[in-house]
């Protein structure tokens, strides 16, 4: 036994120093970490002087207001349509995609015990008839030990529009009156103005005017469990969920899911709360296999709902 368990030290020191000695892993390791709820464990595999510079990098997001060049005459042609969903994957993740033909389907759920707890997305989904249930924004949590409870950023609902606190970094992502997303640095008046009436907050961008945003390295963000949001064109709505920081699946680089959303015909693509946060429930069931949360899901502010247009 006791040959066993020094083989298994001596294997464990080993891949450390390999992670130490090979500056790409080393990487890629370190914004896994420093990217999750269990940031904290951070020491192991960055330097506090590391740590500070990418925190710093990754508050600086460009203010860049998007909004998507919908085909009014293809959105009416297709409001009639459902939702469609297939499996995707890549060299290291696995994850599915959720097309919504008809934007005016979606809407934003939030937590109805605002400040306090959160719900599970599963419990969104079904409280609300939804036909899916998409993980959504940011929140506060504080050493990632947070309730879920209150988001950051711009929320809004059914028209009713909020804000948290927040760095000034992360993004309103949202939708108008005539099905197009809109994605901003914006105030609450300029919201209002906009006609934005669903909403969440969250970051980087990832596709605009069908271009990546993403053109040298792999995001910065390294592996982990990712949400996203884009629309065609045509309207169509795409969601992409990927399973992260699991045997079966390691997860995605935010690179990858924005070359994903772009092979899925995205015109604009923004990023979503991912991580241990990432759920998709699909006609009463949870199709992905969320991680690192020991209730299963992760209790959260808010959710994409895809609800049938006679619950709108």
């Not at 809004?156 to 901003?184: C, E, K, N, Q």
């Not at 919201?191 to 980087?204: D, H, N, Q, W, Y």
């Not at 946060?277 to 992760?298: D, E, F, I």
Request: glycine share 14%.
């Amino acid at each position: 036994m006791r040959k066993i368990l020094l083989s298994l030290l001596a294997a464990v020191l080993l891949g450390y120093a390999a992670i130490w000695a090979v500056p790409p892993l080393h990487l890629l390791v370190a914004e896994s970490v420093l990217t999750s709820r269990h940031h904290g464990l951070a020491w192991l595999v960055a330097t506090p002087a590391q740590q500070k510079a990418w925190s710093a990098e990754w508050a600086q997001t460009p203010d860049l207001k998007v909004v998507t060049p919908v085909d009014s005459a293809a959105l009416r042609r297709d409001a009639a349509l459902g939702i469609s969903l297939h499996a995707v994957s890549g060299s290291h993740y696995e994850g599915w995609v959720l097309l919504v033909h008809n934007p005016n389907m979606l809407r934003v759920a939030l937590t109805k015990q605002l400040g306090k707890v959160g719900e599970q997305t599963s419990t969104f989904g079904a409280e609300a008839g939804a036909i899916a249930a998409i993980n959504g924004g940011g929140f506060s949590d504080p050493e990632g030990e947070g309730t879920g409870g209150l988001p950051t950023g711009v929320t809004v609902v059914r028209g009713h529009a909020m804000t948290f606190p927040d760095d000034g970094s992360d993004y309103t992502i949202g939708f108008d009156g005539s099905g197009r997303l809109l994605v901003g640095k914006w105030t609450l008046p300029q919201v209002r103005a906009l006609g934005i009436t669903e909403a969440v907050s969250f970051k980087p961008l990832l596709v605009v005017g069908g271009r990546p945003q993403i053109t040298q390295g792999d995001g910065g963000w390294g592996l982990a469990g990712r949400t996203a949001i884009g629309q065609r064109s045509d309207g169509t709505v795409i969601f992409a969920v990927i399973d992260g920081r699991q045997p079966a699946s390691l997860g995605a680089t935010l690179r990858q899911v924005q070359d994903l959303m772009l092979a899925e015909g995205a015109a604009t693509a923004v990023n979503l709360d991912g991580g241990s946060s990432t759920a998709l429930w699909y006609r009463g069931k949870l199709v992905n296999h969320p991680c690192c949360s020991p209730n299963g899901q992760r209790y959260i502010p808010t959710a994409w709902l895809v609800v049938p247009p006679a619950g709108r």
